[in-house]
């Protein structure tokens, strides 16, 4: 049946169909804006990153080995001392019977370290001529391919760290009969006044001066320490959790120490212990040093420096990666906003190693996908969006 509207009604109709247009177009909810960035292919580094410090690695603290007045040390940090030379001078108050008895039970006991140092120096000889034997037995294996490069590098590694022992026997021997020399003189003292003069059992550089003025010190007092402060290794604590994921020769990467440029080095050692370190929120925390060794000695660094360092854990290349910022955790696993057509779809996916901004991509994405970095709690799955920044 055909309907005759009158010219007014028409308008009416008409008026009514474009406000409702309107109030539609008004109502209906603008796209949410979003960060976004479309994941790709590249190289991924995954590191722990951790402040460290600096420290002489072979350095040694001279102690007095009597009690008395210390004359008052001559010389400043930074002043090389060569082996023997004299520390400290210090006179010991006179000795009564019992003192004496005592100085001379001190003094066997001094020989009998010296003896035992000289026993360990032995026996550590032995094992590192014993390893240099079988490290130039596997160096020409290795030449010839007959060993793998892993089996020659621990042979080496081990020949090695027996020359530092054997180093550090000696200097044993060395301390230990200069403790027994500091011992005899309480007997019979020489010098001046009977007065006890401190060597030096090795000769480098003073770092610090302990006892500055003139005293009365007991015997084990710290005077100073010396060493070489060219010989420095990097000690980073990190948590027990994450020293389990360190291994030794691990690449480390040393920034922030003041220069222009990242210093390159590797893991020497993960000590075994742990120890108890407050943080700065006032929690107990267990951590572990561990100890990194400097591929090129740097000069301007310095003992107990504070430096940044990123031990590389994992290093990937041509790995699908996608930011950290966008992944979140849904109820069966980790998932991700993927824009399709203008909607934020919800998409699960799986994930690999994890850096500090970047995940591997393992399932559920591919290259050049959108996603959106940081999701807000509005972001619904299927809604609108528009991508921050751009016209359309």
Sequence with gaps: ???????????????????????????????????????????????????????????????????????????????????DSVVARITPPPLDSR???????????????????????????????QAARKYNRYRNLYQKGAVAAETFEDVKTAWEVLQKQHQAAVQNVESARYDLKAVRSLIAPTGEGGTVAVPAPEGGKVLRVFE???????????????????????????????????????????????????????????EPAAFTKISALGIEEKRVNIIVKLDEPESKLGDNYRVQAKIVL????????????????????????VIKGGKAVKQPLKIGKRGAYYAQVIDGLEEGDEVVIHPTNDLDDGMHVKVRGRDR
């Design 1 to 83: 049946m055909k309907i005759n509207l009158s010219k007014t009604q028409r308008i009416a109709v008409i008026s009514g169909l474009v406000v409702a247009g309107i109030l539609v177009f008004v109502m209906k909810p603008s796209p949410l804006q979003v960060d976004a960035e479309a994941i790709g292919r590249g190289e991924l580094v995954i590191t722990l990153d951790e402040e460290g410090m600096t420290r002489v690695r072979n350095s040694f603290t001279v102690a007095s080995p009597v009690t008395g007045r210390i004359e008052r040390i001559g010389f400043d940090e930074g002043d090389f001392l060569e082996k």
């Design 99 to 129: 003192e004496y008895e005592e100085a001379e039970a001190r003094s066997r006991s001094a020989e009998a370290a010296l003896e035992a140092a000289r026993a360990v120096e032995r026996q550590v000889k032995v094992d590192r001529d």
């Design 314 to 337: 994992w290093r990937g290349d041509d790995v699908l990666q996608v930011p950290v910022s966008s992944i979140f955790r849904g109820e069966k696993g980790w998932n991700v906003f």
């Design 212 to 270: 500055k003025s003139e005293r009365v010190v007991s015997a084990g007092t710290p005077l100073v320490e010396m060493g070489n402060p060219e010989d420095i290794e990097v000690v980073i604590d990190v948590l027990s959790s994450d020293a389990v994921k360190v291994e030794p020769r691990m690449s480390v990467q040393v920034e922030e120490w003041g220069g222009g440029s990242m210093l390159p080095g590797s893991v020497k050692t993960v």
